[in-house]
């Protein structure tokens, strides 16, 4: 029997026959746009967590457990976009046929979709413990968020993990709810028990990333710094938790997944390209979020003929003021936001006392110079 091979469910010809059904072209449409997310972030995941790996591995060598969560994540993510492909080539081989409302007769594929939906969850929970992890080493020095934190994390993993062990259970609930005219479970009731738990983990995820974002702002508030200093060190912290905005897109699409014109494995299509997003852009922030020390080192390395020219006075004092900072920050209130997001405050706070130090030494020449005649009279 072909894997491609399907069969007309009598459910196609009732009421709810435009909730099966759309024109192949636009169906096409929506299977390219998920195969072109999965390249598309694959190639950014990839390329920013090499960059992470070498910031905090060789860099400034300060490899921490949310690389390495971030590594897994992105090990996982890989396999779900791998799970992703072979569904859109089954799908683009079986297009008209599904775009006319017509169920694959074979489990292959809808088994293939239940694999995907779990690992789409696992990268999100391992993802969870990433983002989790470098927002603790962040506001490690207070304890209500140390302990918000915990439970952002704990609590949708605990929903994530429900999640999964009932989709792998209950594949049926799953299956039928893409691809209608498939059994569904008996007693056990109708799909909507794991819609209900998905939707649920969807919405507690999406919560929690947008928590970091305002527990990003509201330390850095409290800085003394710059106000462009904070926009810089609220926009880093908040890079890590932007994928929240794509977990309430598909949660949005998830619970109402009836739009006019679209099937509803065209509307699945559409949830599972934010699916893509969702772990892809949160994966690809998070790691960018780190690459600061990456950029001041290229920074550095063109401004460095100007400084050996000039002896490298500037060079010496700016290593100075850096390894001050470190001292400083150690014992900060605050150190966390500032160690790991790699703030300019202490750059800047150093050149204004560099300053300082060099108009109180011209201030100094200058009484001396102005004393000197005085004392040969």
């Avoid at 091979?5 to 636009?26: D, M, Q, R, W």
């Avoid at 706070?349 to 011209?362: F, I, P, R, Y």
Wanted: charged share 10%; proline share 3%.
């Amino acid at each position: 029997m072909s894997r491609t091979a399907t069969f007309n469910s009598s459910l196609v010809l009732g009421p709810k026959a435009h909730l099966y059904i759309e024109k192949p072209e636009k169906l096409a449409a929506q299977n390219n746009g998920l195969l072109a997310m999965g390249i598309i972030f694959l190639i950014t995941c990839w390329t920013s967590t090499a960059l992470r790996v070498y910031v905090r591995g060789f860099l400034i060598k300060a490899f921490g457990t949310d690389d390495a969560f971030a590594i897994l994540s992105l090990l996982v993510f890989t396999v779900y976009c791998i799970t992703l492909f072979i569904l859109c080539n089954g799908i683009s081989m079986m297009n008209t046929q599904l775009a006319a409302g017509e169920t694959p007769i074979s489990q292959y594929y809808p088994q293939i979709v239940v694999g995907g939906y779990c690992l789409y969850a696992a990268t999100m929970i391992v993802f969870k413990f990433a983002l989790g992890f470098f927002f603790l080493k962040i506001f490690k020095s207070n304890k209500v968020y140390v302990w918000i934190i915990w439970l952002s994390v704990v609590v949708p993993s605990i929903f994530g993990v429900l999640n999964i062990i009932w989709t792998a259970i209950y594949q049926c609930q799953v299956t039928s709810f893409f691809f209608i005219g498939l059994e569904s479970c008996d007693g056990v009731g109708p799909n909507n028990v794991w819609l209900a738990i998905t939707s649920t983990w969807a919405a507690l995820t999406a919560i929690t990333d947008l928590l970091y974002g305002v527990l990003s702002v509201l330390a850095i508030k409290s800085l003394q710094m710059r106000w462009r200093a904070k926009v810089t060190a609220a926009c880093l912290c908040a890079l890590g938790s932007i994928g929240g905005i794509a977990s309430c897109v598909r949660f949005v699409l998830l619970v109402f997944n009836n739009f006019p014109g679209v099937s509803q494995i065209g509307a699945s299509i559409l949830a599972a390209q934010w699916s893509v997003i969702e772990p892809g852009i949160g994966i690809t922030a998070a790691a960018m979020a780190t690459l600061r020390p990456l950029v001041r080192k290229l920074n550095e390395g063109s401004s460095r003929p100007t400084q050996s020219n000039t002896g490298g006075p500037g060079a010496t004092t700016k290593r100075t003021d850096t390894q001050r900072v470190s001292k400083f920050g150690s014992k900060a209130g605050n150190a966390g936001i500032l160690v790991e997001v790699e703030l300019n405050q202490f750059d800047a706070g150093s050149t204004e006392d560099l300053e300082s130090q060099q108009a109180g030494k011209m201030s100094h020449t200058a009484e001396r110079e102005a004393a000197a005649p005085a004392q040969i009279v």
